[in-house]
């Protein structure tokens, strides 16, 4: 039996993962943690001792003593509980992307001093981790990440102007919780995924491309030095990268229907459009610049998507205010958490200073 502590209990993420427990004989909750909504009713159905809802998800952790993180908190209020299981060698099954993207040489310290399995949930990252899994690095030539292009793909720039949040929210491949569709829409999603990838697997970012495939059939591909192409397909459903990570190697059985192959399946691909959607270019340059920059992307750009959501901000206007916070912040490296909390915090009073009040 495996005691999974699921962290973001009642978002997206939570809920399939608490469906992927409920059909998997071999695991239970052990823990159960959310922002600001109530837990009372999923504690008492699953029996669940060890709830928390806000405040500090390492002292949760610590008391719960799980065998498995699922870390499927938003943004940047994930790192404490990251860092907690890779330092502690617990396997860290990772859908809170913008962790490792904040804190991401922290975060590599921390599993080489802790020694346990860090699991990804995004399901590019799942597909290409499978697609390497058992390969050596110098046989690998490059990474492909996937990306649906979003509900804008194929607008220009000027077409953007405007755009409301329910058409923003209104994804065409995958159904997700507010922020990470937002950031699908502006391709900044696509952005933390190219750093998250690095960080990952430690491929340089010249070797990382990014293409635009709107049907979300193929996840992720990785190219071989003898020309190979590996890739792994499977419908938009998060159930599979989720069951993965948690029952990983035994790759336990869901109910996810296989593709149909014969029924005429054609796969599309295409160049992202870097001009309309320059927060993926944004973030390239971020973690080329490697240190606190990436953590700075990713604060200015969860200030700028909270103002959108909030009506406070245009849609474009999210690359303006990331692009000013990573020209203005220092993007010195992090020595440790404190020294990454107040790189956060500079990143977010600079993007603030951006973003009317309301
Ligand atoms: N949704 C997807 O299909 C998908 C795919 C790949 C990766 N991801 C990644 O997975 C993560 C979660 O995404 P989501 O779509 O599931 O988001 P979501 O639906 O907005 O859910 C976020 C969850 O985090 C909880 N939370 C927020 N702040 C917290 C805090 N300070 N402490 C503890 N819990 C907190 C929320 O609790 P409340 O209910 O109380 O607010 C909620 O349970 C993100 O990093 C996202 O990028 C998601």
């Known amino acids: 039996m495996k005691r999974i502590a699921l962290l973001g209990a009642t978002g997206s993420i939570g809920r399939q993962a608490i469906e992927v427990v409920e059909r998997t004989p071999e695991l239970e909750l052990c823990a159960l943690a959310s922002g600001s909504s109530d837990l009372s009713r999923l504690a008492a159905e699953h029996g669940v001792e060890h709830v928390q809802t806000g405040g500090d998800l390492v002292e949760l952790l610590e008391q719960a003593e799980p065998d498995v993180v699922l870390n499927a908190v ?3 209020a994930g790192v404490g509980a990251t860092l907690w299981a890779l330092e502690r060698g617990v396997t860290l099954a990772l859908a809170n992307k913008e962790s490792l993207v904040a804190a991401g040489d922290l975060a590599l310290a921390a599993r080489e001093r802790g020694g346990g399995m860090l699991l990804p949930v995004d399901s590019e990252h799942s597909a290409l981790f499978q697609c390497l899994e058992g390969r050596s690095g110098d046989t690998v030539d490059s990474l492909v990440l996937t990306a649906s292009g979003g509900p804008f793909r194929g607008r220009a720039r000027a077409e953007l ?83 993965y990570a948690l029952t ?20 599309e691909f295409e160049a992202p459009d870097l001009d309309t959607f320059p927060l993926l270019a944004l973030a390239r340059r971020a973690g080329e610049a490697a240190g606190t920059a990436p953590a700075a992307y990713n604060a200015a750009n969860e200030v700028a998507v909270t103002a959108f959501l909030e009506g406070r901000l245009p849609f474009l206007a999210i690359a303006d205010v990331v692009a000013d916070v990573l020209g203005a912040a220092s993007g010195a490296p992090a020595r440790d958490l404190d020294d990454l909390v107040e790189a956060d915090a500079e990143a977010r009073r600079l993007a603030e200073g951006g973003v009317p009040v309301g």
């Open 74 to 76: 938003v943004g940047f």
């Open 161 to 243: 102007e405007g755009v409301t949040v329910e058409e923003t929210l209104a994804h065409p491949t995958w159904s997700m919780g507010p922020k990470i569709t937002v950031d699908s829409a502006t391709l900044a999603n696509k952005g933390l995924e190219l750093i998250e990838a690095h960080v990952l697997f430690g491929v340089p970012y010249d070797a990382i491309e990014v293409v635009v495939h709107p049907s979300s059939i193929v996840h992720g591909l990785v190219r071989f030095r003898d020309g190979a192409l590996l890739a792994h397909l499977g419908h938009p459903d998060m159930t599979v990268p989720i069951s």
């Open 248 to 267: 990983y190697p035994q790759r336990a059985a869901t109910e996810v229907p296989q593709l149909d192959l014969a029924s005429g399946l054609t796969l």
